[in-house]
């Protein structure tokens, strides 16, 4: 079970508009390398959910001789339902920059998608890098989230003791204040996907 927690905080929001004034908040170890990962979410047509996933299992070795898949799931709820959510890694821009173009020019793949194209309703793409303390790796048990958790059960019953903790209540009380939005979604693992 993957539980993504995506949220918008109002010193993101400045530094889009202003970098160079939050640059200086930065504290702790840097990224030095350009790699990062490319979060694809597609929105499906109503009932075609199975087809679709059947379309990719199929045919993901032809995609994942490209560039490396770090995970597949659907969407168990949180947000809109009949939805993929996929992790691509690369190394750098230029490198996604010749993947894009290597899989348009791959025939085979792109026979392969087109069944598919038909099945999606609404796609969308962001890019994230991981915070420079983290580490992106396969978990010792069947079961990863990027907050990790047996099942959904333990992950309420965690939030509900953490709510007990005054640590936990302060820090809240403390960050709120910067957050505009947030948005939780328990993903499932696709039989394909590599991080499960």
Not at 96 to 122: F, G, M
Request: charged content about 25%.
């Amino acid at each position: 079970m993957l539980v993504l927690r995506s949220g918008l905080t109002r010193a993101l929001a400045a530094w889009k508009l202003a970098p160079q004034v939050c640059s200086s908040f930065a504290t702790g170890p840097r990224q030095y390398d350009g790699t990062f990962y490319e979060f694809r979410t597609y929105c499906l047509k109503p009932s075609k959910m199975n087809e679709f996933l059947e379309n990719v299992k199929k045919n993901i070795h032809l995609r994942t001789a490209h560039s490396e898949l770090v995970g597949y799931w659907s969407v168990e709820f949180g947000g809109q339902m009949n939805k993929v959510f996929h992790i691509w890694k690369y190394d750098n821009f230029a490198h996604r920059t010749e993947v894009r173009k290597a899989v348009a020019k791959d025939k085979e793949w792109q026979q392969s998608v087109i069944p598919n194209l038909a099945l999606i309703d609404e796609q969308e793409t962001e890019i994230t890098y991981l915070v420079p303390w983290s580490k992106l790796e396969k978990p010792a048990k069947e079961v990863h989230v990027l907050w990790w958790n047996e099942n959904a059960d333990s992950r309420a019953a965690g939030r509900h003791q953490s709510h007990e903790d005054p640590r936990v209540v302060a820090a809240v009380r403390e960050s709120v204040n910067y957050l505009v939005s947030q948005q939780n979604t328990l993903l499932i693992p696709t039989s394909f996907s590599p991080l499960k």
